[in-house]
């Protein structure tokens, strides 16, 4: 797990990490706490299988960050097979550990975001996949609301079943999973951001 | 000291009895000796830090292990070579890691976006560096500005024109000609794994290790750092002593950006958000005295290399992130403590 700080606890981290388990089917114990689920045990997402988790590591959410984090958990084990990113630039750090150790072929990098130069590394095999987010889309929305409060003192409604409104996320790669809903880079590319 | 001082009491008494006591106390000997050898309390350190992961978990001794943690050390004990300089002239630079990233984006929008050649670009990127310590340097000895302020100012300076310049786009290794990522390139010597980013960087250390110790501009630097005004008595140029050291200290940077693009594969002005103070955690973990005036450049790289192997000792170990932040913390002060009680040695 390559989340992002080692000195300061904010939402987008613990969010990001457990989210992840969550999707595996990993019981994340405290929600808003990193590191704090069993490190071994059984997942249920997808066929179901027994996990192990080498460990957390913070990159600040940039390439140094993400190589020196990468080379820590492959030197605590080398066996790993799947490494989740809080965002793309650490995936890319990761990326550069993985390839010195000549495991890039074997590794699944996952990362969030879905910016331009991310989706470019999903093209070119650098990240295995990644979850897309629509920033302009969040901004026209919020305005939106905004005028709404401002008009007629509506406040939005949370998304069915959630506890926020949700704006979309889409999950980009091009070696789509069985069962998985997901697009490709090339679709992903024309709705990015930081073209 | 004069001879009726030390000869005539009563002081001579006291002066003799203090030096009968301190030769009576083991303890007091082994300050003596870590007063002479600065560079050697970190090297203890780091001995017994070594010893203790190697216990706690046995993958750490591993050769591939301990070669990551060196080329994990090798950007930010480059950019402690230049805080090393500047800190021994008792000044303190809060921009190095700032210099260090605008220079990498120069001389990788350079090669890539405007097609410059490799070696050029490198050049414009050492330029990025000087032009930095000159502006440091310049208001250090010209408007006699505090070091603090000074590079506390030029680090939001440094960190906007990299974003202005570079749009905050990360320029890609693979887009980059060979020359400017060479020093990701890695060899095997024996059964080590090393890169030649360390390599560079150990160069450096050699290179200002001489400079320091057996040149005149070495003495200088100490002399400067230790008192000023009997510096500039003794016939010292202290203001141009100064402006060198903040010129030199930008030169390193540029190689520590050189460096960094290698390790990397690629140029981000997302990078190195920690370097500037993780510079100065370096140069005090390894005994030089932010007072200026007394320290080595070798238990510098001591400090730089006992904060990796923290880190990776202690995830190694299993150790929660946070944790390895606080225990880089509580190194900090006791190497400063320890500092405080060497630097208490009658010399």
Request: hydrophobic share 45%; with cysteine; proline share 3%.
């Amino acid at each position: 797990m390559l989340d992002l700080f080692d000195d300061k606890v904010v939402s987008v981290d613990y969010n990001r990490d457990q989210g992840f388990l969550t999707g595996l089917g990993i019981d994340t114990a405290d929600k808003k706490k990193n590191g704090d689920e069993a490190k071994t045990g059984k997942y249920t997402g997808g066929k179901g299988g027994d996990y192990e988790i080498v460990g957390s590591q913070a990159t600040q959410g940039a390439e140094d960050g993400g190589r020196t984090a990468m080379e820590t958990l492959l030197s605590k084990n080398p066996n790993i097979n799947v490494v989740y990113t809080i965002n793309e630039p650490a995936a890319a750090g990761a990326y550069e550990a993985l390839k010195s150790a000549g495991k890039e072929k074997d590794v699944l990098v996952v990362s969030i975001d879905g910016g331009c130069a991310g989706v470019n590394n999903v093209k070119s095999g650098v990240i295995g996949a990644t979850a897309q987010q629509y920033p302009v889309k969040m901004a026209e929305l919020g305005v939106k609301a905004i005028v709404e409060i401002a008009k007629t003192g509506k406040k939005p409604a949370n998304s069915e079943g959630l506890d926020f409104f949700n704006t979309g996320v889409a999950l980009v790669t091009d070696k789509a999973a069985d069962g998985v809903t997901s697009i490709t880079t090339a679709e992903a590319s024309q709705m990015c951001w930081g073209k | 000291m004069t001879q009726q001082q030390t000869a005539g009491p009563p002081t001579g008494v006291a002066d003799l009895a203090e030096e009968f006591l301190d030769r009576q106390t083991p303890l007091s000997r082994i300050r003596n000796i870590l007063h002479r050898y600065p560079a050697l309390s970190p090297a203890i350190v780091l001995l017994v830090s070594v010893i203790v992961f190697g216990l706690l978990n046995d993958r750490f001794l591993r050769v591939e292990n301990l070669s990551l943690i060196t080329q994990q050390v090798a950007v930010v004990g480059t950019l402690a070579i230049a805080q090393t300089l500047i800190i021994l002239t008792a000044g303190i630079d809060l921009s190095v890691g700032a210099v260090m990233i605008l220079s990498s984006m120069v001389v990788a929008q350079l090669a890539v976006n405007n097609g410059v050649p490799a070696p050029l670009a490198l050049l414009a990127g050492l330029l990025v560096g000087l032009g930095a310590g000159a502006l440091n340097g310049f208001l250090v000895t010209r408007f006699r500005l505090p070091p603090f302020i000074v590079t506390l100012g030029t680090l939001n300076i440094f960190i906007a024109l990299t974003l202005l310049y570079s749009n905050g786009a990360t320029v890609r290794g693979s887009a980059m000609p060979g020359m400017l990522t060479w020093t990701g390139s890695t060899f095997l010597l024996g059964p080590v794994r090393i890169s030649t980013g360390v390599v560079l960087m150990l160069l450096l250390y050699i290179a200002v290790a001489f400079i320091l110790g057996k040149t005149a501009w070495g003495r200088h630097v100490y002399a400067v750092g230790d008192d000023k005004e009997a510096a500039r008595l003794a016939g010292i140029a202290v203001n141009r002593v100064l402006m060198s050291v903040y010129l030199a200290a930008g030169a390193v940077l540029a190689v520590g950006a050189w460096i960094q693009i290698g390790r990397t594969n690629a140029a981000s002005p997302n990078t190195g958000v920690d370097l500037n103070l993780d510079s100065i955690t370096a140069v005090v973990i390894g005994g030089t005295s932010l007072f200026g005036g007394r320290g080595s450049i070798w238990g510098t790289l001591l400090g730089a290399l006992i904060v990796g192997v923290f880190r990776n000792g202690l995830s190694l170990a299993g150790l929660d992130v946070l944790y390895q932040t606080l225990a880089v913390g509580i190194l900090i002060i006791l190497a400063v403590s320890i500092d405080q009680w060497i630097r208490k040695v009658k010399s």
